[in-house]
């Protein structure tokens, strides 16, 4: 199993004074970045590749050698899928792939990693506002998922944590190179997972009561630290070690 994580964007919604990646925002003092990497670790998913775009050397010096690098270039034109295109071309195995704005309780990628084949993690509480991507889920597989569902297909939110196998992975590759080919540069990945979905049923794991959150805005991160950061805290004492070597900010030697 191999681990893909999408951190090329800027992150603006956020406002950083200091124009920080998403990525390196803090919750709990630690880099949103650095607790994946460690919930992974501690999941024994040790190969990590991460797609870096925006401020991505201040990324790397952050990482240091706990996940591997590719760039997108093109950050600033192209979107979540054009990001998975370019780092699952360099992998060649299972993944989980995760957005890297997603601070949730490191237990829940167990969740995933138990799972039997293509998976992913849904909220059925969620998904009633515009920036949230929402799922369609009939008999536990995924339908489709849109920011612009209409209520009454709307099933919950997506949290941004996917499992593919090698197979499925190469079909949202695939279908991915041919959005982009046609246009969508700009697309979410979302709309290659709904084309793949046809073919590769996607299992779809409910998370409604765990805690977790999607760090969009500033609202949403004072949320994470003042509000899921505390429940996540609990979940966090059994893979302390793997912070030792994260925390402070590790430098490439």
């Given at each position: 199993?191999?681990?893909?994580?999408?951190?090329?964007?800027?992150?603006?919604?956020?406002?950083?004074?200091?124009?920080?990646?998403?990525?390196?925002?803090?919750?709990?003092?630690?880099?949103?970045?650095?607790?994946?990497?460690?919930?992974?670790?501690?999941?024994?998913?040790l190969?990590?590749?991460?797609?870096?775009?925006?401020?991505?050397?201040?990324?790397?010096?952050?990482?240091?050698?706990?996940?591997?690098?590719?760039?997108?270039?093109?950050?600033?034109e192209?979107?979540s899928?054009?990001?998975?295109?370019?780092?699952?071309?360099?992998?060649?195995?299972?993944?989980?792939?995760?957005?890297?704005?997603?601070?949730?309780?490191?237990?829940?990628?167990e969740?995933?990693?138990?799972?039997?084949?293509?998976?992913?993690?849904?909220?059925?509480?969620?998904?009633?506002?515009?920036?949230?991507?929402?799922?369609?889920?009939?008999?536990?597989?995924?339908?489709?998922?849109?920011?612009?569902?209409?209520?009454?297909?709307?099933?919950?939110?997506?949290v941004?944590?996917?499992?593919?196998?090698?197979?499925?992975?190469?079909?949202?590759?695939?279908?991915?190179?041919?959005?982009?080919?046609?246009?969508?540069?700009?697309?979410?990945?979302a709309?290659?997972?709904?084309?793949?979905?046809?073919?590769?049923?996607?299992?779809?794991?409910?998370?409604?009561?765990?805690?977790w959150?999607?760090?969009?805005?500033?609202?949403?991160?004072?949320?994470?630290?003042?509000?899921?950061?505390?429940?996540?805290?609990?979940?966090?004492?059994?893979?302390?070690?793997?912070?030792?070597?994260?925390?402070?900010v590790?430098?490439?030697?």
């Amino acid at each position: 199993m191999q681990a893909l994580i999408l951190a090329a964007g800027e992150g603006r919604r956020l406002a950083d004074p200091l124009d920080r990646p998403k990525c390196l925002r803090e919750v709990g003092e630690v880099p949103l970045l650095h607790h994946q990497l460690a919930a992974l670790h501690a999941a024994d998913v040790l190969d990590i590749m991460v797609v870096v775009g925006h401020r991505q050397a201040r990324v790397r010096d952050s990482v240091g050698s706990w996940a591997r690098f590719v760039s997108n270039d093109r950050y600033a034109e192209t979107n979540s899928m054009y990001s998975f295109l370019l780092g699952q071309r360099a992998l060649d195995d299972d993944l989980l792939v995760l957005n890297c704005d997603v601070f949730c309780d490191p237990r829940m990628f167990e969740l995933l990693l138990d799972t039997t084949g293509d998976a992913l993690l849904y909220d059925s509480c969620s998904g009633d506002e515009d920036e949230q991507m929402k799922v369609h889920v009939r008999n536990g597989a995924l339908v489709e998922m849109s920011k612009t569902l209409p209520p009454g297909r709307v099933s919950g939110e997506n949290v941004g944590i996917l499992r593919l196998s090698r197979e499925t992975a190469c079909s949202v590759a695939a279908a991915a190179a041919a959005l982009i080919s046609a246009g969508h540069e700009r697309g979410w990945l979302a709309e290659a997972v709904n084309i793949a979905a046809a073919n590769h049923p996607i299992s779809c794991i409910d998370v409604q009561g765990w805690p977790w959150i999607e760090i969009d805005f500033p609202e949403d991160l004072a949320r994470a630290r003042e509000e899921v950061f505390p429940r996540v805290a609990g979940g966090m004492r059994p893979i302390a070690a793997e912070y030792d070597g994260l925390v402070p900010v590790r430098r490439v030697s």
